[in-house]
């Protein structure tokens, strides 16, 4: 595990991979749509309604105690295992949640709802407002990690669930599922933040603002009131190429890419084909557009920026409420989210008595090493979460 | 370590006390700790293979190396500190248990005596570096980087005003009696830290930053 990568794993993530002959044990995954009432944001908002887009895989337990909240990234939505029944795409995480897998559905009610101010089906810049009867677009409010969060409960509140089992999220997911645990102990056993931290740093802030300012730069961006037709998909799909860097590593760049350019150089045409690099950014720039809203980009990017898991008060005395036990993982390769932010998220947690189980693996896929295929990553959540529930039924 | 050194120290933790076992390895003998004594217990281990097998068994488990397991808990966060095997292959033993005092109120160290009768009688006889069943490695493989013995151990405690409270000293047929430095391949050591030392502070070998 800590010597050469696996050869398995270079895949890549599942978001935006072509529909090929993926297999998964799930197959048709559907999603449903619950209108909830009464959200207030933490910026005073308030939405009479809120529309809420979440997959449910495998079964509630008679004594409801067996559910599994998955808090999707950035980029994510509810589609989050099997296949999509329009589309016959996999869901982002399909590799670690089905039958068997680190996040088995054989045991576990998974539930992975789209977030508050995204474009998958939830409300958000995108929606209708329904004092104007036209998309939000900048008129939506600001939206924070803990609005995303305060609609989670309100969906668990909906399907009856008062304590999760776990909850568990990477990166934007990561931050959700630390401020659950802290925010509402009583409603969680376990908390597996992946790759995350407390708040940004200042380098974090500067990559999603470059995103930003090339959507806010395009000219089709016209203040966030854009109709379908007019996009402002330049600026969107640029700022996916900024992210899809800092998502990989040297060593991802290197083996992926190297120098290798997309096709041979054509000697009638006399041109130089483009780099590998190029075309696998322009690919996930271009594919990218078609599934998400450049206004949620702004909203999304601008939440995990603000975030601060502490915003509330001392860091002891607001972990000192925390009950879950937790697992930690940080991936050594990840310079988007490096493991010392992993670290000291650790030290603070148990300083403050807090079981906390740290795992820094070596997977060498930088930050995307949670949403590839990673056996060392899979066998570590799976026998986690099996030990946590043999422990609960003694 | 001589699979004794461990039933040795499964009898000095009290039940339901609360133990941090620093290099932990594959998590075998934490995991024995936490059924036999019903001990509240952690480890720390560096390589995150190891650490993915304690976390099948279902141990807390920090991956990192021992200074920055310690760094993890507060101030007498646990009842015992254990080290055993890893004390003499740490860079800085003595940082390490001036921390290892501040985390848990007791210390238990087990070492390799280098000053082991087989191991005098290698250098003496044969002129190389002595390979035994308790020195399993060539010189360009170990972990050890300290090389002292029984005396040189109890010297140190008595600097750093630390008081053996209790001692076990084994060879490959067992329990070690008599001249244990001679005699004995491995010691195991509990430890308390003794505020009524005559030492001064300046010789103490804990408080020296080196």
Redesign the interface.
């Known amino acids: 595990?800590?010597s050469a990568p696996h050869t398995g794993i270079v895949r890549g993530d599942l978001q935006d991979q072509k529909v090929g002959d993926y297999q998964s044990p799930l197959g048709m995954t559907h999603t449903q749509t619950v209108t909830l009432p009464g959200l207030r944001t933490q910026s005073g908002f308030t939405f009479d309604h809120v529309e809420v887009c979440y997959q449910t895989l495998g079964t509630l337990s008679p004594a409801r105690d067996n559910a599994v909240l998955v808090c999707h990234a950035l980029s994510g939505n509810a589609h989050v295992a099997g296949l999509h029944p329009e589309t016959g795409r996999p869901g982002w995480w399909d590799y670690h949640v089905g039958p068997g897998k680190a996040i088995d559905t054989d045991n576990f009610f998974v539930i992975c709802a789209n977030v508050l101010g995204s474009c998958g089906g939830t409300t958000g810049p995108a929606s209708l407002n329904p004092k104007t009867g036209k998309p939000y677009g900048m008129e939506f409010p600001p939206v924070s990690v803990r609005d995303m969060l305060a609609l989670q409960i309100k969906l668990l509140d909906h399907l009856g669930i008062a304590r999760l089992f776990a909850v568990i999220g990477a990166s934007m997911g990561g931050m959700q599922a630390l401020a659950l645990a802290m925010d509402y102990p009583d409603r969680v056993r376990v908390c597996i933040p992946i790759a995350t931290c407390t708040s940004h740093s200042a380098m974090q802030i500067a990559f999603n603002e470059i995103g930003r300012q090339a959507i806010l730069n395009d000219p089709q961006w016209n203040g966030g009131n854009y109709s379908d037709d007019h996009r402002p998909v330049q600026g969107l799909a640029v700022a996916r190429m900024v992210g899809h860097v800092t998502y990989l590593s040297e060593f991802a760049m290197t083996h992926k890419f190297g120098r290798k350019r997309q096709a041979e150089y054509d000697a009638e045409s006399e041109e130089t084909a483009m780099f590998a690099v190029e075309s696998y950014l322009r690919y996930q720039g271009e594919s990218f557009v078609k599934r998400f809203d450049p206004n949620s980009y702004l909203y999304l990017t601008r939440a995990i920026d603000e975030f601060d898991l502490f915003e509330n008060g001392s860091v002891t005395e607001l972990l000192r409420s925390v009950r879950a036990?937790f697992?930690i993982i940080s991936f050594e390769s990840d310079w988007l989210y490096p493991p010392p932010q992993s670290?000291e998220l650790?030290?603070l947690l148990?300083?403050a008595?807090v079981?906390?189980?740290?795992?820094?693996?070596?997977t060498q896929y930088g930050h995307d090493s949670f949403l590839i295929e990673n056996p060392?990553f899979a066998?570590?959540v799976r026998?986690?979460l099996e030990?946590?529930l043999?422990?609960r039924r003694y | 370590m001589h699979p004794d050194v461990y039933e040795t120290v499964l009898r000095w933790i009290p039940e339901k006390s609360r133990a941090l076992d620093l290099g932990t390895g594959d998590g075998v003998f934490l995991e024995r700790l936490i059924r036999t004594r019903q001990v509240t217990g952690?480890g720390v281990e560096k390589?995150?293979?190891l650490?993915?097998r304690?976390?099948?068994?279902?141990?807390?488990?920090?991956?990192?190396d021992i200074a920055?397991g310690l760094?993890?808990?507060?101030d007498q966060?646990f009842d015992f500190v254990l080290l055993l095997g890893t004390f003499q292959e740490l860079v800085a033993p003595a940082e390490i248990l001036r921390e290892a005092f501040r985390v848990g109120n007791q210390v238990v160290i087990a070492h390799t005596n280098f000053a082991h009768v087989a191991v005098r009688l290698q250098v003496l006889l044969r002129g190389r570096t002595p390979m035994t069943q308790f020195l399993p490695s060539h010189w360009y493989r170990t972990h050890n980087l300290h090389f002292f013995s029984i005396l040189d151990f109890q010297d140190f405690c008595r600097e750093a005003a630390i008081q053996e409270v209790k001692q076990a000293y084994f060879n490959a047929r067992g329990a070690v009696r008599w001249w244990p430095n001679l005699l004995a391949a491995e010691a195991v050591s509990l430890l308390r830290s003794d505020p009524n030392s005559r030492h001064s502070a300046k010789v103490n070998p804990l408080n020296a930053t080196t």
């Open positions: 595990m800590t036990r697992l670290r650790v030290r148990k300083r008595n079981p906390v189980t740290y795992l820094n693996l070596n060392a066998s570590v026998h986690y030990n946590e043999r422990a | 952690e390589n995150p293979a650490v993915a304690c976390v099948e068994r279902g141990l807390v488990v920090h991956q990192g920055d760094d993890q808990y507060g966060a």
